[in-house]
């Protein structure tokens, strides 16, 4: 296939019946629970969720920025599209914005349902039925509809059993959570599991940030996890969130950092990991305060890695981006190669239906040849989409 368009990062809005159809009927009593919000609109309620997380925002393909709401949406509304949730109507939509083909990442309020129990057995039921939805579902076409498998967070032996389960399903890439180990940090216990996926050639996606179980578990149990489920009438929360949501890179520079200072790319050069709704515009600023800490600390520190950490961002990673003039200006610092852009649909990110009209808007004076890599190019090398 010609591909000439490619969005790096969406995800799906899961849709009503998703664990009705999909979940084992002996789990069923664990999974998260469809109910209204304060505004009557559907939401999801999570584990440790004090309040119902709604739908609003992960449904706004279509809608003006001024009718944007975040409570009080349902998924019969007129104005929701049905490809948030399925994935033939999906295609539909990815036909009318001029988009290829989609890499399609899960839901993370309801990935992090299931990775934060402390049940093993559950954890893996919750997982497979996500996984089996995103292949069964949406991936209609499979050469334009491109899931990531979802790997558990109960310990190395499992991530690379549920490694070897993606490579059965023709996956083209994984993404986790959490550590392979499941752990808090990173450690050489996770080592295991990087020589197994380099053997596999996959790539490792990591949306964001990932969070240990045992985090997870604690967040679960103190009523704290709801990310977008407020009370009417909470004070300044809507601002907290759209502030929130602007820094979301801020959590990623510690993953990127210790991945690159513990010699993990040195062990397994041919690893890649590609860093999902990220941004780039920070990258060059970050890889030249990484490159000075090395060189100042890496004495006292036990700093053993062969090169400079920049040297690592080029070489290993790759990140997404969605709205990101400043990282375009910047992409050869950034690297024309290790950045790819994106839609975020559903979410309110995207600006479906003109994301064309937005590429032609923020890639003006960009060299043809750096615009097909970061429109395409990059994520069919990355993920193998031509073979």
Partial sequence: MNYKIISADVHITEPPDIWKNHLPEKYQEHAPKLVKDHEGGDAWLYAGSANPDPIGLTTTPGKRFEDFRWHGVSYDDPDVRPGCFNGKARLEDMDIDGIDAEIIFPPQRTIGHWLGNADDELVHAGVDAYNEFAFDEFAVDPKRQIPMFQLPSTGVDNAIRYLEKAKEKGAKGVVIGCWPSGKENLSDEDDKFWAALVESGLPLTIHINVIG?????????????????????APNANQRAIGG?????????????????????????????????????????????????????????????KEAPSYYWHQNFAATFIMDVIGLQIRHAVGVENMMWSTDYPHHGCDWPYSRKVIDETFVGIDPTEREKILAGNAVRLWKLDQ
């Fill in 245 to 305: 949501m602007a820094g979301v890179f801020a959590m990623v520079p510690p993953t990127l950092g210790n991945m690159i200072f513990q010699g993990i790319f040195d062990r397994f050069p041919d690893l890649k990991v590609i860093l999902i709704e990220t941004g780039v515009g920070w990258i060059p600023h970050f890889m030249e305060q990484l490159d000075d800490r090395y060189w100042r600390n890496r004495g006292w520190g036990e700093i053993n890695i």
């Fill in 213 to 233: 179980r045992e985090s997870r578990m604690k967040a679960q149990k103190a009523g704290s996890t709801a990310t977008q489920g407020v009370k009417k009438g």
